[in-house]
């Protein structure tokens, strides 16, 4: 439950804080040059905070854990790869170390040192995936309490 409970929080908290800023969270988005077509870049920038959120408060109520578990896996994989992908090209262009490359990667948190970054997405993984095969003995109880 500890890990529902936390996963689900940060994703609520990285979700709204790009919800509640679009503009912003628009620019960042357009500056991995993934999407070409306006579109596509607002279309993204407008949903995917709320597909977060969304997320977090299933897994806060202990709904669809599993399900929702691979959802976050399958963002995070490509999220991570993105900025690493931009964090190695700002390397590249300043000459620092990877670990003394800073910015705002669109996460939710501003600013952050990359090495940082990867460690939290890691973790976040690895709370993901432990959610996928662990048993989940408060989603029993929340369908047998569903069921009365």
């Known amino acids: 439950m ?14 709204l804080s790009k919800a509640l800023h679009p503009v912003e969270f628009l620019k960042l988005v357009r500056q ?4 070409h ?15 977060e959120v969304f997320c977090g408060l299933l897994l806060v109520f202990g709904m669809a854990v599993r399900g929702t578990a691979v ?8 999220f991570t790869w993105l900025v690493l992908s ?3 090209a700002i390397r590249e262009a300043t000459g620092l170390p990877l670990c003394a490359v800073k910015f705002d990667c669109g996460c939710g948190a501003g600013e952050v040192l990359i090495c940082r ?10 709370l993901s ?7 989940s003995r408060s ?10």
Not at 32 to 35: E, I, W
Not at 117 to 126: C, G, H, Q, S, T
């Open 37 to 51: 077509d306006h579109l596509w870049l607002n279309l993204v920038a407008s949903a995917l905070p709320w597909f």
């Open 129 to 135: 995936t432990w959610l996928v095969f662990s048993e």
């Open 86 to 88: 931009r964090a190695l």
């Open 139 to 148: 989603s029993e109880w929340l369908t047998r309490c569903l069921k009365r």
């Open 117 to 126: 970054k990867f460690a939290e997405n890691i973790l976040l993984a690895a």
């Open 32 to 35: 991995y040059n993934v999407f």
């Open 2 to 15: 500890l890990a529902r409970w936390s996963l689900g929080t940060v994703f609520i908290f990285m979700g």
């Open 71 to 78: 959802m976050l896996l399958a963002m995070l994989g490509p």
